[in-house]
Structures are given as C-alpha cells and as structure tokens.
C-alpha cells in the first residue's frame, strides 16, 4: 500500500514539474490563446442509444459556438453551446418524428502550446435540452452530464489570429422519462474555425 501510494505522489509530482516547466519555457506571447477565444464549431454527432438508432438515422449535424478564457497561463475555461437535429420514422407505424437538442457544455482544458501543433485535453459538465415530437406526444426536457475532449490547435501563423482546432469528445448524458432511461451522449468529433485573442 506504501508502494503505491509513493508511486502516485511521484506521478503527480512529475505531472506538477512539467505543468510548471511549459509555463515557464512558452511566454505569454507564443500561447496560442492569451486572453480568449470564439470558435465556430461543425461536427458529427453519434449518440450512444440502440433506441434512438432505431427510430432515427446515425451521425448527423452538430453545430454552434464556443468561447473560452484563459484562467491562468494555458488553462482555459470554455463554454460550448450547439444544436443538433434528426428527423425519422417510429418504429411500428412508420410516421414521422422530429428531434432536436441543444447541448450546453461548461469544462476546462489545458493547451500545450508546441507552434504548430498546440495539443489540449479537458473535461467538463453538460446540461442537454431535447425536444421531441411524434404522434406519440411531444416530449421537452433537460438531462444532465459529463465529458471529456481532447484535441489540438492548428496555429500556421503567429500573427494571424486564426486557428483550426480539430476535435474528439465523449458525452455521458441520461435522461429519464416515465422510468426510461435514454443515453443522449455520445462521440462527436469534428474542427472548428478559432479567432483568439
């Protein structure tokens, strides 16, 4: 047990010295986002639920808006906000039935800033609103959940202000209704088009 625990505090020593080491080798000047950002986000949704690929085509659209600040040296908080719709057929009666959801994302992540290639992991909370309508009924609701992302920051020049961020992320969001329990999260991935600042 000693072992172990000795094993881990060296792990998050060597975590804490490099973390300390980039903030010191990189100045403020070569980060890829000194104060902030705004990101126009396009990507490809797969939610994790056999039900809902029943009904509805896989993949599809996800679309929105990120903005991020850096909290301290390349530690940024960002908020994503993104729309994703589906349209399909219920499963017996072949009509049709609309999906739509707006996911919330709230995370941190941290950016190793490289040049070109700025790597960054984090994670975060989620708050999903869907909406759905069939002859069936219609549902409006919220479901609560967890991510992780990881991705990099493409940076071709150091004066211009524009980056490409490519992107992966797996969302852990269940929702319940009348004792049903539906897995809105999934894997998205896809880039977007950053202005910093």
Known sequence: MLV???????WIFLLYSFLL?????YPA???PIRQG??????????????????????GGLMSGLALSSAIVSDVNFYLEVKYYSRQG???????????????ISLGLRYIFPLG??????GGGLDFYFYYEDNPIGTTLNYANGYHVTGGTYLRFNKTVPLM????????????ELEGIRVQL???EYGAGLVFAF
């Open 116 to 121: 070109l290639f700025n790597p960054y992991v």
């Open 185 to 187: 999260g999934g894997l």
């Open 4 to 10: 172990k625990q000795h094993f881990h505090r060296n």
């Open 164 to 175: 490409l961020n490519l992107k992966v992320k797996y969302t852990w969001a269940r929702a």
């Open 21 to 25: 080491l980039n903030v010191l080798a």
């Open 29 to 31: 000047a070569d980060r």
């Open 37 to 58: 950002s705004l990101e126009v986000l396009f990507g490809s949704y797969d939610m994790n639920e056999p039900r809902f690929e029943a009904v509805y085509p896989t």
């Open 89 to 103: 057929e219920l499963s017996f009666s072949k009509e049709k039935t609309d999906f739509y959801m707006v996911p």
